[in-house]
């Protein structure tokens, strides 16, 4: 409410004034006065065809003049549509003449009561139809004036009739006041629902869909989509709405479908929780809309199965860590190291918890020979996550061989930073030049083989990488 006047009801906004003017014209204003002008020419029209034989000057001006006005009313609505009210409003204030049309010695009595009444009705759908700000006055100009000829033409005041019309203008106020403000309620979570929608793909830049349960139907109606496409299991035969369903359908929570969580109000709300589908883990948020109960199914990341590999022989491995113990520790030998062990161990998906900060200053220390390189913990001193042990150092160890190779073309590191997030731990690489490393990362064989388990999206020219957080269900979390 405190984006309305508390007295007029305007909204104090320019642009949704304007906006809910030019819907109530179209829905409102454009055929009621289409109405009432053929009602009103075809009637005055009428009533002054059968005046023109009665020989009177008086009552027909009062006829034309009402034709004149709605023509008038008719030119400027199609002129200027925003006068289309307060055309109303005056074509509805000269209607009081009317009442002149009428004499005791021509009217019956209970014809002025019909009539009056008729009047009366016409008048209160041109209430009902116009803003709080033109219909009040116009409702008070009406009672006042007819109050006024009735105590002028009897000579008399009645107390009773002076009473009922001001609890009359009270009471009609109240209702007006009331129904327009529902009115521009309405309009205004309308309004802000349509502008929400229009900008949700803005705000949220993962695949998601607004969803809402048909009763009626007893399925998910699916009602705004984007980056549909990226969800899982999507299939480019069904239709956006099929794949949004089966998504739903085919997730699991706590021994039941999505579908059926979300039908039986067994779900939480606004924090991300993870899913099953298949063999995988999702992660989801969902978000109430409570405007229109409408519900928002935000995937968060999707963690892949391990590909199965052929296990590297026990003795073999024993026989090389053998080996790599009694070499002397060097820069040299400790990459030679690094590259074979990463062969022996790319095929192994042992879920460990990994110090990170040990891990990037042993690295440093180990293939990057300018000491001013800023790393930046954000105030974490420990940072650990836990996940392929072995392969987040495979694909650590090439990426640093990377920084090695440009270092020796002068392009050097300034900055690591390590960022721990909800869902995913951020590193950041802050080079002089940071398009020449794409391309070695693109034609690298391991990252090639360790990215898609371990990085929530592809990493892109910003070199921020995004260890996930999620690891996968038991009955695939084997060592092999």
């Given amino acids: 409410m405190e984006q309305m006047s508390k007295y007029t009801l305007k909204f104090k906004a320019k642009e949704i004034e304007e906006k809910y003017q030019a819907q109530s014209y179209q829905k409102h204003l454009k055929p009621l006065f289409y109405g009432l002008l053929i009602m009103a020419l075809s009637l005055n029209t009428l009533q002054l065809a059968i005046n023109s034989q009665k020989n009177n000057l008086v009552i027909p001006y009062i006829n034309m003049g009402f034709i004149i006005i709605c023509l008038i009313g008719l030119y400027v609505m199609y002129k200027i549509e925003g006068l289309t009210a307060k ?17 005791p010695e021509t009217t019956q009595g209970q014809e002025y009561y019909l009539y009056g009444c008729n009047f009366s009705l016409i008048q209160a759908v041109i209430y009902f139809s116009t803003d709080f700000h033109l219909s009040c006055p116009s409702l008070l100009l009406h009672i006042i004036f007819r109050q006024t000829s009735t105590i002028l033409l009897t000579n008399k005041i009645d107390v009773q009739s002076l009473s009922l019309s001001m609890a009359t203008a009270i009471l009609i106020t109240c209702v007006l006041y009331m129904c327009n403000k529902a009115y521009r309620i309405q309009f205004l979570m309308n309004y802000q629902q349509d502008t929400i929608n229009n900008q949700l793909h803005k705000l949220i830049n993962k695949p998601f ?4 349960f048909n009763e009626k139907k007893l399925q998910i109606d699916v009602q705004t989509t984007a980056f549909h496409e990226q969800f899982e299991d999507y299939n480019n035969e069904f239709c956006t709405g099929c794949n949004v369903r089966s998504f739903i359908r085919n997730c699991i929570i706590n021994n039941m479908t999505l579908e059926q969580a979300l039908i039986s109000s067994q779900v939480k709300f606004d924090e991300s929780f993870e899913v099953k589908l298949q063999r995988k883990k999702v992660k989801i948020r969902l978000c109430q809309y409570n405007i229109d109960n409408s519900i928002i199914l935000i995937q968060e990341s999707v963690q892949k199965d391990p590909i199965l590999y052929k296990k590297v022989s026990y003795n073999l491995q024993q026989s090389l860590f053998k080996q790599f113990n009694a070499i002397r520790k060097t820069p040299q030998n400790q990459q030679f190291q690094f590259g074979t062990l990463s062969i022996l161990m790319l095929r192994q998906f042992q879920i460990r918890t990994i110090n990170i900060r040990k891990l990037i200053k042993n ?9 001013k390189i800023k790393l930046n913990f954000n105030g974490d001193y420990t940072i650990k996550i836990r996940t392929y042990g072995h ?8 990426v640093f061989c990377i920084l090695q190779d440009l270092e020796y073309q002068q392009n050097y590191l300034e900055e690591i930073s390590i960022l721990n997030l909800e869902t995913c731990l951020q590193i950041k690489l802050t080079i002089n030049d940071q398009f020449p490393f794409f391309p070695l990362y693109l034609r690298n064989y391991f990252i090639e083989q360790t990215a898609p388990y371990l990085l929530l999206n592809p990493l892109n020219y910003n070199l921020e990488f995004q260890f996930s957080k999620i690891m996968p269900f038991n009955d695939v979390n084997l060592e092999y």
């Fill in 391 to 398: 392969l987040i150092k495979i694909f650590l160890i090439q």
């Fill in 209 to 212: 869909s607004k969803i809402q």
């Fill in 363 to 371: 690295l440093m220390s180990i293939y990057l020979i300018s000491k």
């Fill in 87 to 103: 055309i109303i409003t005056i074509t509805n204030a000269y209607s009081l003449s009317l009442q002149f049309n009428f004499s």
